[in-house]
Structure formats: C-alpha cells, structure tokens
C-alpha cells in the first residue's frame, strides 16, 4: 500500500480482499462537444461512434467515449495518441465545427475493485449504484466533488476527479476501506 | 433530500447532483434591438412570483448532464409535477394538476 | 448472584459475569443485560435525580422511551457521553456509568429542596420570577438559570471517536423489527425485492421478546423470530439492528442512526462508533408498535413506580424481577399479564387494582387462579417512600365519588395507562392523524409519502393482529412496487390481546393542588402544572407545550402527550382531536453530533483543494490561507520572519529582480467554436471582434444589473478558441454563468465551454529579470520585447514541456505566466527555481501578490467590489466596448441608480501622517465630530504596508469619491480617529514603463 503523493504515483493506495483502489497510469482525455448533426462526422474522426445516450459508451482499442450530455463526451485514449486525434479533428472542423478541448492533466482515475467496491461508493455518491448498468457511467458527485463513475463490472469501477479534489477524495475512500475491512 | 427527474438524461437522480436556478421563463428582454423601460429591465432582474404552491422554476444538472431545465415543483409539499427542457413549452398548470391527480 | 435475578430466565447469557461500576460502585450484570436490567437485577431502582426539582427517580420505562434514568457514560479516555438511557446502553466490563443532577450523592442531594419549594416553580415560573428589575439579568438571573440548567455534564474533551456515513437505496424499508416489521419484511422480500429492516434494539423480535409464551404457526415466538432473521437473510435482505430510524423526510429519505461500538468493550480500531444512513426508499413500512402510557397521580414518579409492559420485558428478556412485592395499577387489560409473569417468576403481587369496575372474566380467573387479590373501580390515590416506593394509597370509585383510602405496602407499583401508537416518524412526513374515539388516541390518517403504517402503530393490539397485518402490508408495498405478492397468515397462539381506557389525571380525594403527578418525568412537568397553563391563558396546546415545557424533553413526548393531551383537554372543556398534537421533530431519539458531522472533521473536515505546487510550497516553509476551497500559499518567511517582514522582503525582491508565484489557481475557460468571439462580445463588456490571435485583454464580466461580477486575462488563441481565465473562486460561478446564458438565452450559438482550470498548472514570473530567466528556456518562440509585447499569448515550449505562455503582469513588473499541463507543475516550478538562483529568484504568496497589484491599483473582484459597483464606480469605464449592440450588463448599467450621483467609488486613500496602516473593513465618515451615529460614507475595502511607496496604502469605497481627490476624510477607531488623504489609486509606476521593459 502506498502513501499518496502529490504527483499520484501510480500504483495501490488500499489493498485488501474486501476492496482496492489502484491509482492508474496518466492517459490522454479530451472534452468533445458537436451539435447532432456533426456527430457521426466526428465520431469517424475520433474512430469510433459517439453514443447518443447519457451514461452509454463505445469503445474501439484504446479509445474509449462515454456520452456525458446531449453534446458531450469524454474520450479517453492512450496517453501518445493526443496529437493524432487532435489533427484529425482539426481536419474536419471547417466543415464540422465542434470543440475538442485536451484535459489529460485535468484529472486522475483510481480504480476501485472488490466485493465492497459499491460499499465504498456509498459512502460519498448518493446515487443508486445499482442502477448504473455495467459497461455505462455518469457524471455524479461524491462527498461534495464531481466525478465520473465508469462501472466496468459488477464490482470493479473508475472514478475520474479533478486533480485538486483528488487528495480529499482519495483520503475519504482510504478512511472508508479501513472502516469497510474493521 | 428530494429526487429530481433530469429531462436529459431520463432518469430520477437524488438533489445533489442538481443546483436550484430560479424562476423559469423570465425571459431576458432584446435590448440590443429594443428600447427596454426601466421598469421592464426591473422586472427582468428583480421581480419574481414567489409563489405558494405550483412554481416554475430553473434547475441545473450540474454533476450531471450540465443541462439547464425547467420544472414546476409546489413549494408547500415540495413535490415536481414535472421536469422539462429549456426547449420544451411551458406546460398548463391545470394540465399538470389534472395528471397529478 | 442477586435474588432479583430467575434462573433461566430471559434471553441474557447467565453464565458470563459482566462488571461495570455505578457511581463508583463495582456491579455485576450478566452478558446481555443494560445498565437498567443489571442495576434492578441488583435490587437498585435509584438511578437519577429529575431536572427540575431533582426528585429521586428509577427506570420508568425498559427502551429507548426512558425520561428517568438518564447517566453519564465513560467508555475510556475522551469518551464521556452524557444523558445515557440505562435502558438501552448494554453493559460491557469496564464501562463506567454516572449518576445526573444531584450533589453530593445520589442518595443525598442538596438541590432537592427544590422539591420542597416545589410550589415556587410551576409552570411558567422563569417567565414570571425573573421579570424585573432589569438590573438584575446580567448579575442574578442569568447566572442562576445557567447554574441550575442542563442536563448532565456536557463533555469537555475532543471526541476521540469516529463517525461514519453511508448512502442506501432499497426497495422496502421497514422500520421495527417486532412481529409486523418481520412479517412486512419477510413478505416483501419473498417478492424479490431489495428489504431492509432496522429495529433500534440490539436484536430483531421486538413485542416478541417480551412476550415468549406466544406461539406463531406452532413455532415458540424467539424461534419465529430467529427463522424470520434467517430467511431474511437468505433472502438477501438487510437487517440492521441497534439502528434507530431518527427522520423520515421526502420522497421516502429515511435516516438512520447505526450505533456500533458502544456496546463493546475494546472496539476495532478502525471501526467508527456511529454511521448514519440516508435512505432512499421505495416504500416504507412504519412498524414501530405502541408505547404504554403511564397513569397520572400523586407520586407516580418515585422509583419503584414502573410501566407493567416494562417490568413484563425486564423478567422476560433480561430474568430479572422488578420487585419482591408489587401493586398493579392499571386501566388496560395488558398490565394484568405483566402481573400473571411476575406471580409465577416469584414476586408476591399485592393487588391489582384496575380503575375499571368490570375487567375481563378471563383475566379475573387469572388472578383468581393465582390467589391475586382484583381491586376494580378503583384509583390510586397517593404513593409513599424517599428514595424507592413503599406504599400506595387506593380508593374505590363509585358514581364519580372517591371512597375511603386503603394503604397496599409494596417495593414496586406497576402501572399501566394503556397504549399509543408510535408515529413520531409518521409525522414528520406530515401526514396527519385523526382522532380514534374507541381506542381513545390518534391514528394515521392522510398519508403524504408512500409509506404503510402496520400492526400497532395503527392501534392494532396483539401479536396475531400484528404480524397478520405486517404480512399484508409487506405484501401490499410489494404490489404497489409491481410485484405479485400474496401476504402469508400466521396462527398464533397464546396471543394476550387486550383493551383499556384512557384517563386524564385519576381522581383523587385528597387536595389535588398539592399533587405530584407527573406527565412529563424529564422536564417535571404535572397535572397541576397543565391546568394552570389553561387558566392563565394558554389555549392552544403549543403554548401549553411551550409554557409548561411537557413534551420539550429529549424522550420528544413519547410517554406525556396523550396524558398531556387529555389534561389540556379536560381544563379547555374541548374534546381531544379539537386541541390536538404538538408536532413531532427529527431526530426520533437524541442522537449524537458526531453521527450528523461523519466523515468531516480533522483532515476530512471540508474539501482542501491542492494546486500541483502545493507540496513544494508546504516543503519549503510556506505559510497557508483559505481561498475559496484552495489553500494557497500565503507568504514563505524566512528565518523566523513575521509576515510583515516576509512580505516586504518578497516584495523588494520581486521589484528588485524576479520573483516567482504559483497562479494555478486562477479558473480557466476554453471557449471553442465559430460564434466563440460573438458569444465573448455578448458576455464580457470589452469588444473581442478585433483582438488578433495571439494577443490578450483585460475582460470585465458584469451581471444584467450592471454590477462587477468577475474578471481576467483572456487570451486569443486562434479565431474560435479563448483561453479565459477567472479569478479563483469565480472558476465554477462565471462558467456556470456562462452556459445558463448559452443554454437559455443564445442557444443558437456554435461554441462550446470546457473548463480547464485544472489541466493547467500557471506559475508567474514578475520583475525586471523575468525575460533572462525565462528566454533560454522556451523553445519555438521569439519572447523578446518587441516580438512578443506586453499582453501576448502563444503557445511553445518551456523546458520541454508544452505551454501556453501569456505575456502578462498583475503586479506592474515585466511579467510571464506559463502555462504548463498540470501533471508537470511542479517539476517546472523546480527548473524555474533552479534555473533563477542567479536573478535571487522569490518565491512569493498571495499576501505579496496583493500588495504588488494595489501599488499598481489593480482591483481584486471580491475585495474591492462587493456585488454593487459597477465599472464605473471602480474606475475601469475603459474596459467597456461601448459600441457594441449589447453585453451583460449593458442595460443594467443606465438603470437609474447605476447613474446617480453618490455612488460609492473605489478611491486611493493615504494616511496623513503617513505610518498609519489602515484596517480593513473600517468605517469612513466626513465629519468625526458629529453625533454618534455618525453618518458612514464608506469604508477600507484593501491596505498594506508598501514597500515601493514607504509608506501605508489603501483602497476605499467612497461616497463620490472620484469629486473628492484631494478631501481629507476620517477613519474612527477605538484608538481614535485616522485622517485619510483621498488619492488616486495608483501609487508606484503610473506611467508603466516597467510592463515595457
């Protein structure tokens, strides 16, 4: 187990048999917006289909999207793929404008895994867990902070947060882990 | 706490994903192409219905969709009769009391 | 061994001794009991002292209902809980309890000669005795209430305890784990649906455990109970015990409170000792049951004097008898079986004595059967004894008279005034109740939430009444979920349902003025004390409530309402459901502030929002200031500085040579798309049409009233991309203000907002060195003065790293901010520390940096405006593009006040004798001579020493300032009053060839 430091090393903060969370490896991640009608085009672009549900996500090799709102996406990709999508969506943008904004440094993803992982949740997202489908996610709030929620299984999750935000909650789930193994 | 149905994202979230943002349909007077009077640029800012009961009113799915909406809540009871898009028309309140019956 | 305790009896473990002490004294419980059960078990009923006329008291109650027998706790170091309930806290050894409100013992209490002035202190009496003279508040009065008030001692130590929190959604709640709670639970869980069943005790069984004679479809009642617990679980349901349901709120949000150490001796170190739940139901089910009533008259208060029900719960669940010699007095059929239990565990039962003059023949021949001696029609009249009942005096009633007394000599009276439903919870839903004449008390009426009120607490008496409801409710919440569900029937046998009647005070043949008889044990309130509430005016029952204070205790009311209820009744000549209830609040029982506070205290206590640099700036001495949820770095002494010292020195060097500061936390705002420059001219006052990519400008942000809002250095990338940045804690306000406009007003739009406060972390470089520094580092980019002027924007390398670099001084020096991804703040920061050892490169803080922009006269939004000056008022006018065709505020700004003369205008403000600094905050007046109050004509909104100038300087808020350039105006102060010299507000540079350098 490892202290978080302030350059969030990757690696395990908790681990245990009821629930670990893995801080993970930086990656690049951009904001994407288009209105409808230029949604296709980009998605081609990025190299893969947006989704038009909130919380649906589509992924294709290292890409992975997840639709936020009705113009909104996050994309995740690998962290040397940034200049390749940027391009390739600078090509298209007289033609399709949108908004491609690079965020990889805007926040940090924990993984958070094990038996208790929805019991850790709970403690900060008042949202039911349960009804977040596996392969969907959100944009919900834990303790206060804004987060992405990605539900990979039926016990293992990523949240994304805010970098600044990141040592409260990242300290709330350590608290909450020697609680839930107690 | 109260349950609140985000019209974008179809679904019944709890309270904190979302921010009260005032009453609905106060609609910003065209004052690049109009002659607004004081008093219509004093409605626009200030004055507000207030009202007991059924009220129109704004809210944001800030930790969410990030979608500005409008709902009618009754202020006494603190139950939606309903949630819509800023796009949608504003809904009759005794439609909206009918169907809650 | 005590003789109080039966062999076998109960559901306690007889054979694991437990110690604990009890004002300092060592007693010994067995596993399972609580403080309660142990002390009775050792013959004790002396348990505390009441609150006002410090009465001898005992346990009146065995739950969490209990008003008397309140005790500190100690539970080791730090941990000290006043106004424990000995009926709920389970002992464990070592657990050190302490009696309340008495000196110097519990036996021998000096302030019981309140009691005997129990005259003085009726209802009403601090309003009446402490009226005049008004000189008396401060010295007499109030030191004597604050004195004698209070309940327990209230702990004085950091609570060394954790708190938990957690959320939970469910398709059932069920609250009350007695026969309906179970039944309800089992039936909705046989439905598939997720249940969750909380009881406040330590297990499920409720009634049950109370009543081990009853058998349910041919099983013993703890053995039903025990199968139900199991077949919950494998149903997956949750069950929660010692959880007590404390507020039921909208749309069926329940919170619960989880007690979970304090029943052990040597809890886990990383367990907390609460954790409150927020639930989110589906549907509730109430199955909280019924609370017996006491009866109301003389002295039904002395310990020894006890609810039948409980002493029935005493010998059933913890074995122990309540008394060698008891008297019942009761008007309900339920205390007679309190008396057969008693009879056959060994106590010699001297009378019951029931105020009805015809009981059940059943229950007759079972007295008879037991050699019991009936005393029905009758009333009790007075009870005897100091510190434990020993006598009681009962009268027959006939045709309203009051016979002649008869004395009963006993070490225990049972009473039992019959039964009310629990709907505390129920109510704070605000559904209403009505008024059920039979069964003489209040049942749910009109329900707001959708929630099922089962078995008791809808005035259904009896096990198979109960559990037979609690199925069909549980199946019926299943099928409102839009399940098939078919609610099981039970069989019960042995079931001791039962009736009663209801009474106000019983009638008496003696002087009824000198009646103890209490309603409210907590807050000593009698019978006596309600009539003259009634009689000195008081006739809605929430001025009696608040007069008398029945019902104010921390018990809510569970046990005096209705007999309260009655009282106030019977003095307005009103029936009942004419005068009504007193509301019933959250929480449900006291519950602890830890339990509220949760996760948030120490390192917890609130978010800390950390800039990438903030680990080199806490390694390197600096010290911190709350800035919205940042900390920030607010200077950086050396040598043991004070900050005066810090921040000149940081300053001097700044100016001197370079200095370096961590601006990440300034909010940034990337604005995209092919309308991003129109939507810019409709946000921010200044025209945007013509900024060249590449070059940046100072944006003013109003709000439609025409007032300051925010502002910052927004730079243009390239023709559809705006690099904004906001002040610090603006970030999450201006871009929330932003898409409200984008999304209601000017959807038609083609641009798009994404926050990037947070991918970019900013350092910057002020002074005459900052450009040698910097130049060897960047690489694609030509910073020098000419190709890259003052107020530029580009994007590069800065020490490899990619950057946004602005060309930008907030402080009036040469100055650069970089912009590098946030991942690699810090290690920039360090090259840039490295790399600016020979220009003596400063670190500085927040401090410094705002005394470098007042000596330049920049404004800080928040600071120097609060929310009603405008542009003008602070002197920026110049920042407004006033041809185009609309901004926000562009409108707001000729509303007729905005344009007024006497506004309150942002001023430089100099001390006259030139030392004096000015305080923050502080009042400012033209004429320090006139009478108090004076007129205020504004006041300091900024001051600093200023190392630049030599001397103080300020910034105020002046009524016409701008006309007063020149004006001496005064500063009153306790010390006396400063002279000001109104200036500009500029005060080093003005000409700013230094930005030029």
């Known amino acids: ?182 | 706490m109260l349950l609140i149905r985000c019209p974008y994202c179809q679904q019944t979230l709890p309270e904190l994903e979302f921010t009260y943002a005032g009453q609905a349909h106060v609609a910003r007077p065209d004052a690049a192409n109009k002659q607004i009077s004081d008093e219509e640029w004093r409605d626009f800012l200030f004055i507000r219905t207030n009202v007991k009961g059924p009220h129109y009113e704004r809210w944001r799915h800030a930790h969410g969709c990030g979608r500005f909406f409008n709902a009618v809540r009754d202020t006494v009871s603190d139950r939606f009769l309903i949630t819509y898009k800023v796009e949608d028309p504003r809904p009759e309140l005794s439609d909206l009391l009918e169907k809650s019956e | 061994m005590s003789s109080f305790r039966v062999p076998g009896r109960g559901r306690i473990d007889h054979q694991s001794p437990v110690e604990f002490s009890f004002d300092g004294k060592k007693i010994t419980g067995v596993k399972g009991d609580t403080i309660a059960s142990a002390l009775l078990a050792n013959g004790i009923h002396l348990m505390g002292r009441s609150f006002k006329y410090h009465r001898p008291r005992g346990p009146v109650s065995a739950g969490s209902e209990e008003p008397n027998a309140l005790m500190g706790t100690r539970r080791g170091p730090g941990r000290f809980e006043p106004n424990t309930r000995a009926t709920v806290q389970e002992i464990w050894h070592g657990l050190e309890a302490t009696s309340q409100n008495r000196y110097p013992s519990l036996e021998f209490d000096i302030g019981a000669v309140n009691d005997r002035a129990y005259m003085l202190f009726s209802a009403g009496f601090y309003y009446k005795t402490f009226m005049w003279p008004k000189s008396f508040w401060d010295k007499v009065y109030e030191p004597f209430i604050r004195a004698a008030a209070g309940l327990g001692v209230s702990p004085t130590e950091t609570d060394p305890d954790h708190y938990a929190s957690r959320y939970l959604h469910t398709d059932v709640l069920v609250i009350g784990a007695g026969p309906a709670g179970l039944a309800s639970a089992l039936a909705s869980a046989r439905a598939g649906l997720r249940v969750t069943l909380v009881d406040e005790n330590t297990e499920a069984g409720g009634t049950l455990l109370s009543e081990p004679q009853a058998v349910i479809d041919g099983s013993q009642a703890w053995d039903w109970v025990e199968k139900a617990v199991a077949e919950l679980k494998s149903l997956g349901a949750r069950v929660m015990t010692r959880t007590t349901a404390i507020g039921y709120y909208h749309q069926n949000m329940v919170a619960l409170c989880e007690k979970l150490t304090d029943h052990l001796p040597a809890p886990a170190a990383n367990m907390p000792r609460e954790r409150m739940w927020r639930v989110r139901a589906g549907q509730v089910i109430l199955a909280q049951g019924a609370l017996e009533k006491p009866l109301v008259f003389d002295g039904n208060d002395r310990p020894g004097v006890m609810l039948a029900g409980s002493a029935q719960t005493y010998l059933n669940r913890y074995g122990v008898r309540v008394g060698n010699s008891a008297v019942i007095v009761t008007s309900h059929d339920s205390a007679w079986y309190a008396a057969f239990d008693l009879a056959d565990a060994g106590t010699k039962i001297q009378a019951i004595v029931d105020t009805r003059a015809n009981p059940d023949s059943t229950l007759l021949e079972g007295a008879k059967s037991r050699s019991i001696r009936v005393l029905a029609g009758y009333t009790a009249t007075r009870t005897e004894g100091r510190l434990r009942v020993k006598s009681v005096r009962v009268n027959p009633v006939s045709n309203g008279k009051v016979g002649a007394p008869e004395t009963l000599t006993c070490d225990c009276l049972l009473m039992s005034g019959g039964w009310t439903p629990s709907l505390h919870l129920f109510s704070h839903t605000k559904g209403s109740l009505a008024w059920d004449d039979e069964k003489q008390t209040f049942l749910p009426d009109r329900k707001t939430e959708d929630c099922e009120i089962a078995g008791a607490g809808r005035g259904l008496w009896g096990i198979g009444a109960a559990i037979n409801d609690g199925a069909e409710m549980g199946a019926l919440v299943a099928r409102h979920l839009g399940r098939d569900a078919v609610a099981a029937t039970y069989d019960v046998a042995s079931d001791r349902p039962g009736t009663g009647i209801s009474h106000k005070e019983l009638p008496t043949d003696l002087n009824p003025g000198k009646a103890r008889a209490f309603v409210d044990y907590q807050n000593d309130v009698t019978a006596k004390d309600l009539r003259l509430a009634v009689r000195e005016g008081m006739h809605s029952i929430e001025h009696v409530k608040r007069y008398t204070t029945n019902g104010m205790a921390t018990d809510q009311g569970k046990m005096s309402n209705i007999n309260g209820l009655n009282i106030a009744a019977d003095a307005l000549g009103k029936p009942q459901p004419k005068v009504g209830l007193t509301t019933f609040r959250p929480p449900y029982t006291p519950t602890t502030f830890g339990a509220f506070v949760g996760y948030h205290k120490g390192d917890h206590f609130d978010v800390t929002r950390k800039t990438p640099i903030d680990s080199w700036a806490e390694e390197n001495g600096a010290v911190f200031e709350p800035v919205s949820m940042w900390r920030r770095a607010w200077y950086f002494p050396k040598d043991g500085e004070d900050m005066d010292a810090a921040v000149s020195r940081e300053c001097r060097a700044t100016r001197a040579s370079l200095g370096m500061f961590d601006a990440s936390t300034l909010g940034k705002i990337e604005v995209v798309g092919p309308d991003a420059v129109e939507f810019m001219n409709r946000m921010y006052t200044n025209p945007w049409t013509k900024l060249a990519p590449g070059r940046t400008r100072y944006g003013l942000l109003l709000g439609d009233d025409g007032f300051i809002r925010d502002d910052g250095v927004i730079g243009r990338l390239s023709d559809d991309r705006f690099h904004v940045t906001t002040t610090t804690g603006g970030a999450a306000r201006v871009l929330n203000m932003m898409e409200d406009y984008l999304q209601t007003e000017w959807p038609d739009l083609d641009v798009w907002l994404t926050s990037t406060t947070e991918q970019w972390a900013t350092i910057a470089l002020n002074g005459p060195n900052a450009r040698k520094l910097l130049e060897p580092l960047v690489e694609g980019l030509d910073i020098s003065a000419d190709a890259f002027p003052h107020m530029s924007i580009a994007e590069c390398k800065v020490a490899g790293l990619p950057a946004r670099l602005f060309r930008v001084s907030f402080t009036g020096e040469l100055g650069f901010e970089v912009n590098v991804p946030a991942a690699h703040g810090r290690e920039l920061w360090e090259i840039l520390w490295e790399a600016g050892q020979q220009y003596d490169i400063c670190p500085y803080g927040t401090e410094t940096m705002h005394v470098l922009r007042a000596e330049k006269g920049y404004i800080i939004v928040g600071q120097d405006t609060d929310g009603t000056v405008t542009p003008y008022d602070a002197g920026i006018s110049w920042a407004i593009g006033k041809s185009k065709p609309d901004f926000v505020g562009k409108r707001g700004l000729e509303r007729p006040d905005l344009v007024a003369k006497g506004r309150k205008q942002l001023v430089g403000l100099l001390s006259r004798d030139g030392k004096t600094k000015l305080e923050e905050g502080a009042q400012i007046v033209l004429d320090p001579n006139q009478p108090i109050p004076m007129k205020m004509v504004g006041h300091v909104t900024s001051s600093y020493h200023s190392d630049a100038a030599g001397r103080p300087i300020a910034f105020g808020l002046v009524e016409g300032g701008h006309d007063k350039m020149g004006d001496t105006i005064y500063i009153p102060m306790p010390e006396g009053v400063i002279e000001a010299e109104v200036t500009g507000t500029v005060f080093y540079d003005p000409e700013g060839a230094r930005l030029k350098l």
């Open chain 1, 1 to 182: 187990m490892t202290v978080l430091t302030h350059a969030f090393t990757p690696g395990p903060l908790v681990s245990g048999g009821a629930v670990s969370v893995n801080l993970m490896a930086p990656i690049g991640r951009f904001s994407v917006r288009v209105r409808e009608s230029g949604r296709d085009a980009l998605g081609a672009a990025i190299g893969l289909e947006l989704p038009t549900r909130i919380g649906a996500r589509t992924k294709n090799g290292n890409r992975e999207v997840i639709c936020l709102g009705p113009d909104e996406w996050l994309l995740q990709t690998g962290a040397g793929e940034t200049a390749d999508i940027t391009a390739a969506c600078a090509a298209i943008y007289a033609a399709t404008p949108h908004s491609l904004t690079d965020i990889s440094a805007r926040e940090i993803t924990a993984k958070i895994e094990g038996p208790a992982a929805i019991d850790l949740l709970t403690i900060g997202c008042p949202r039911d867990i349960d009804q977040i489908a596996v392969g969907d996610g959100c944009r919900t709030v834990i303790d206060g902070i804004s987060v992405i929620l990605w539900r990979d299984g039926e016990a293992s999750f990523r949240v994304d947060v805010w970098r600044s935000f990141a040592p409260h909650l990242l300290g709330l789930l350590q608290t909450g882990s020697a609680e839930l193994s107690a």
